[in-house]
């Protein structure tokens, strides 16, 4: 059962007016809560946007203003050491925020935890959508609602009842992404041009956006230059230099 529901995810970007009530949105919270988390520091916070003004300009900053338009809920998933920081100075200890290693726990922790959130929704009959745009303008969006020093946001999810139910994309065949013993790089040609078919019949034949496109161009034109290139000098005035 959950290995179908797991198979079956495609973003939702329209809902109904179904509004989640706090008791639903605290249910999903405390579900997802019981992720992994790295030495359990439990490194992350969520912003749940009720106020339709921040809401509609967190679509506005994100450049994803119709995610927000009809979603019965709206969060921001931010990695969290200021809480951290919070645990320390109660034993009159100084808590080191500024790692690489810090990054990288509070991002997968707030991955983990996202998961969860979603499966959770997906299981009770929600649409779900990750929005990565938050990370176009994480500053003005920080400002927006009063994120301190040692937090900061990494994507939105917006959640409802589905308007229309997507396709499921194609995902990577297994062998693409599965080396057994040690890695394989030379099976990718062959692959990946196989994949390519899969893909654009996909996009040619989908029930909506229709278009004409393979996987590898998309990603070569995606990957060709640096994206956001501000989130370096972003995280380093949360204070984050990647120590």
């Keep these: 059962m ?106 997968v922790d707030v991955a983990l935890f996202a998961q969860n959130l979603v499966t959770a929704a997906e299981s009770k009959g929600f649409g779900i959508c990750y929005i990565g745009g938050v990370r176009n303008d994480p500053t003005a969006i920080s400002q927006l609602f009063a994120l301190p020093e040692g937090v900061f946001p990494l994507f939105a999810i917006t959640l409802g009842v589905p308007a229309r139910q997507n396709e499921v994309k194609p995902r990577l065949p297994v062998a693409a992404i599965l080396h057994e013993n040690a890695y394989d790089s030379s099976k990718y040609e062959e692959i990946l041009k196989e994949y390519d078919q899969t893909m654009e019949a996909y996009y040619a034949s989908r029930g909506s956006n229709q278009k004409v496109a393979t996987w ?17 000098e972003f995280l380093a005035s949360k204070g984050f230099h990647f120590k």
């Design 2 to 107: 959950v290995q179908k529901l797991l198979n079956s995810h495609a973003s939702v970007r329209k809902y109904t007016d179904y509004i989640l009530s706090k008791e639903e949105v605290y249910e999903l919270i405390e579900t997802a809560q019981h992720a992994a988390s790295s030495h359990f520091v439990q490194a992350y916070s969520v912003i749940w946007v009720t106020d339709e003004t921040k809401k509609e300009e967190l679509g506005r900053l994100s450049r994803n203003p119709k995610q927000f338009e009809t979603a019965g809920a709206a969060f921001l998933l931010c990695a969290d050491f200021n809480r951290l920081q919070s645990a320390g100075k109660l034993h009159g200890t100084e808590i080191e925020i500024d790692t690489t290693e810090n990054v990288l726990v509070g991002t």
């Design 216 to 232: 590898t161009k998309q990603m070569a034109d995606y990957l060709e230059n640096p994206g956001r290139p501000h989130m370096a």
